[in-house]
């Protein structure tokens, strides 16, 4: 007998997602009116005592509730250390048709799904029907425009320095559904064009839980491969937003290096504003190293996924997406990533710098054995 089951005997998981609980709450209990025969896990953080609490409930009340020291209070720790292995200790359990699973304020439901999608064994009962991200309706300018960190919201250990708008924008745009719960202010009724301009083509995005029928995921909406290529870091993103004249979109792309001097001078001005930007790039320090821009509500996060794929030839691409009622800098961010680029002179000095640092070791690590 195989040691994973059939996709037809595993039990349908919904991920729920969000940067707030009072939203998670409501579409996790959304979910349990809607789901046939459900078991619900919450996994909250507690960032001051260094604890993940679990809670697990179903139609009888609560079956049980843990805290679990970890060793480092972070999303991922609590995926690695305990969500995981409940996954799949209550698909196994075989009392439950389906399991709805809230995640901690601040986790991004693609570290569970690339666990499921590559290591079956850890979950072999466990599949994704689904996954949600709540937000809340009177908070979406804070959430996807605001300044605010994590931290500062007490969401995650201070040294966490994830902005709540990257966090808010990478669940949205890893989501099948994105529910936003309450009224929206008639000033912020744009941020919903912006949240559609955000999410993946096909999926749905609703306002409150009677726009949508939580049964819909009992099928398995989630495709892990549409998924991960709408969010990957060397992106293949429309260069428009097709039928929303509310928002922008610039798309940016050069097989050119960036000048790594001249990037520490431009970041600010290509990070800066509400705008959400991500992408990839690459220096002549480093060439075969693939960097990666992760930016929202002006604040940016760099960092370096391994190595271009043999044959592939290295690109600098970014994709900014923004809303016209915040103004519209695209003319401004061309003009600071063209800057980054080598010109013709430095190109013929060749894309490949013999270099002992270049100021991007705080973000990038070392440069010895990545060139």
Same mark, same amino acid.
């Given at each position: 007998?195989?040691? !994973?089951?059939?996709?037809?005997?595993? &039990?349908? #998981?919904?991920?729920?997602?969000?940067?707030?609980?009072?939203?998670?709450?409501?579409?996790?209990?959304?979910?349990?009116?809607?789901? /046939?025969?459900?078991?619900?896990?919450?996994?909250?953080?507690?960032?001051?005592?260094?604890?993940?609490?679990?809670?697990?409930?179903?139609?009888?009340?609560?079956?049980?509730?843990?805290?679990?020291?970890?060793?480092?209070?972070?999303?991922?720790?609590?995926?690695?250390?305990?969500?995981?292995?409940?996954?799949?200790?209550?698909?196994?359990?075989?009392?439950?048709?389906?399991?709805?699973?809230?995640?901690?304020?601040?986790?991004?439901?693609?570290? &569970?799904?690339?666990?499921?999608?590559?290591?079956?064994?850890?979950?072999?009962?466990?599949?994704?029907?689904?996954?949600?991200?709540?937000?809340?309706?009177?908070?979406?300018?804070?959430?996807?425009?605001?300044?605010?960190?994590?931290?500062?919201?007490?969401?995650?250990?201070?040294?966490?320095?994830?902005?709540?708008?990257?966090?808010?924008?990478?669940?949205?745009?890893?989501?099948?559904?994105?529910?936003?719960?309450?009224?929206?202010?008639?000033?912020?009724?744009?941020?919903?064009?912006?949240?559609?301009?955000?999410?993946?083509?096909?999926?749905?995005?609703?306002?409150?839980?009677?726009?949508?029928?939580?049964?819909?995921?009992?099928?398995?909406?989630?495709?892990?491969?549409?998924?991960?290529?709408?969010?990957?870091?060397?992106?293949?993103?429309?260069?428009? #937003?097709?039928?929303?004249?509310?928002?922008?979109?610039?798309?940016?792309?050069?097989?050119?290096?960036?000048?790594?001097?001249?990037?520490?001078?431009?970041?600010?001005?290509?990070?800066?504003?509400?705008?959400?930007?991500?992408?990839?790039?690459?220096?002549?320090?480093?060439?075969?190293?693939?960097?990666? @821009?992760?930016?929202?509500?002006?604040? #940016?996060?760099?960092?370096?996924?391994?190595?271009?794929?043999?044959?592939?030839?290295?690109?600098?691409?970014?994709?900014?997406?923004?809303?016209?009622?915040h103004g519209d800098p695209r003319a401004e961010l061309g003009e600071a990533f063209h800057r980054c680029?080598?010109?013709?002179?430095?190109?013929?000095?060749?894309?490949? @710098?013999?270099?002992?640092?270049?100021?991007?070791? /705080?973000?990038?690590?070392?440069?010895?054995? !990545?060139?």
């Amino acid at each position: 007998m195989s040691p !994973v089951d059939p996709g037809w005997a595993k &039990v349908p #998981v919904m991920l729920v997602t969000g940067v707030a609980d009072t939203p998670m709450a409501a579409a996790a209990m959304g979910l349990q009116w809607d789901l /046939p025969n459900p078991v619900v896990v919450v996994h909250d953080l507690d960032p001051s005592r260094s604890l993940l609490v679990r809670t697990v409930s179903d139609i009888t009340g609560v079956l049980e509730r843990v805290e679990i020291e970890l060793e480092h209070a972070c999303t991922q720790c609590a995926i690695r250390e305990d969500v995981i292995p409940t996954l799949a200790r209550l698909a196994a359990d075989g009392r439950w048709s389906s399991i709805v699973a809230r995640l901690p304020v601040g986790a991004e439901a693609a570290q &569970v799904c690339r666990v499921i999608a590559r290591e079956p064994r850890r979950a072999p009962r466990v599949r994704i029907g689904g996954v949600i991200c709540a937000l809340d309706a009177t908070s979406l300018t804070d959430d996807l425009t605001g300044p605010d960190w994590l931290a500062e919201r007490n969401l995650a250990m201070p040294d966490d320095q994830r902005g709540v708008a990257e966090v808010a924008a990478a669940q949205i745009e890893y989501a099948d559904v994105v529910a936003v719960f309450g009224r929206t202010p008639p000033a912020e009724a744009d941020l919903l064009d912006f949240t559609r301009a955000l999410a993946r083509p096909g999926s749905m995005v609703v306002t409150d839980w009677p726009g949508f029928d939580g049964r819909q995921l009992l099928a398995g909406i989630h495709d892990h491969e549409h998924s991960e290529a709408w969010v990957h870091p060397v992106p293949d993103l429309p260069g428009a #937003v097709a039928g929303n004249p509310a928002v922008w979109r610039l798309s940016l792309q050069s097989e050119r290096p960036w000048h790594p001097d001249r990037f520490l001078e431009l970041v600010e001005a290509m990070g800066a504003g509400t705008h959400r930007s991500r992408g990839c790039f690459w220096l002549p320090t480093r060439p075969g190293a693939v960097g990666v @821009w992760d930016g929202a509500a002006g604040q #940016v996060s760099l960092g370096a996924i391994g190595r271009w794929a043999p044959g592939h030839t290295p690109v600098t691409h970014l994709i900014f997406t923004g809303l016209h009622l915040h103004g519209d800098p695209r003319a401004e961010l061309g003009e600071a990533f063209h800057r980054c680029l080598l010109t013709d002179r430095e190109m013929a000095r060749g894309t490949v @710098w013999e270099s002992g640092r270049d100021g991007l070791e /705080p973000w990038l690590g070392g440069i010895h054995g !990545v060139a």
